[in-house]
């Protein structure tokens, strides 16, 4: 286990639609990231929050918005879902800038 | 983009057998870290190596590092069946105030008994 939580497990919508996918970090981890994992992309670096505030964006679209609230844990909002967008999304936390990352378990999104 | 790519794609030995993966990256880093990912579940760091080391263990884990040839290796001695898994390598981007790792897409072991 490794501390970080994800709700919900598994998500099926449809096109058009919008989605918020949850994290909570491991208890004390002050950064927040989320990756997308597909079969054709691999897993790509979304976004990095830290304490709040948004410290790195990696392959964002624009559809889609993170937060990270003062109690840490943070959302990923996705929107206008297409087919494409059918993917395992992961957050992640870690004590330090350049450390070990811990990872949820995931969000399995699939958009019919 | 990938900054981590990972040799081979995938790779499937007999149990007992040493398994080494590589993977190769572009831009120089800080660190260079291994993680496991189970068929659909959360990635699980393996090890982390910095760009002034040049090897490193853990366990049944040997990591080697070659920051002239922007390159690494895992070796797996002695596999297991629950070693089955896909291998992925990740750098950090060494530039200021950023701080996502970015992961190659993977080695998928397979381990057979």
């Known amino acids: 286990d490794s501390g970080v939580t994800q709700t919900p497990k598994h998500l099926i919508t449809a096109t058009g639609q919008r989605v918020t996918l949850r994290c909570s970090p491991r208890s004390g981890d002050l950064s927040v990231y989320w990756y997308q994992q597909s079969l054709d992309q691999g897993l790509q670096f979304l976004i990095q929050y830290y304490n709040g505030e948004e410290r790195a964006k990696g392959n964002i679209l624009e559809r889609f918005s993170a937060q990270q609230f003062p109690d840490l844990h943070s959302e990923l909002n996705l929107s206008s879902l297409e087919l494409g967008d059918s993917a395992l999304y992961f957050c992640?936390?870690?004590?330090?800038?350049?450390?070990?990352?811990?990872f949820g378990e995931g969000s399995r999104l699939t958009v019919l | 983009s990938q900054q981590g790519e990972e040799d081979p794609q995938a790779l499937s030995i007999q149990e007992g057998e040493n398994a080494t993966m590589n993977c190769s990256y572009k831009t120089s880093i800080n660190n260079l870290q291994w993680y496991r990912q189970n068929s659909g579940r959360g990635l699980v760091h393996l090890i982390l190596?910095?760009?002034?080391?040049r090897e490193k263990h853990s366990g049944r884990l040997r990591v080697t590092l070659d920051t002239s040839k922007k390159s690494s290796s895992l070796l797996i001695t002695a596999s297991r069946a629950a070693d089955t898994a896909s291998y992925f390598c990740?750098?950090?981007?060494?530039?200021?105030?950023?701080?996502?790792?970015?992961f190659g897409k993977g080695t998928h072991l397979i381990i057979q008994p």
């Open positions: 190596i910095r760009s002034n080391e």
């Open positions: 992640a936390s870690s004590a330090r800038s350049g450390g070990e990352l811990f």
């Open positions: 990740a750098t950090d981007a060494f530039r200021r105030g950023a701080d996502g790792l970015t």
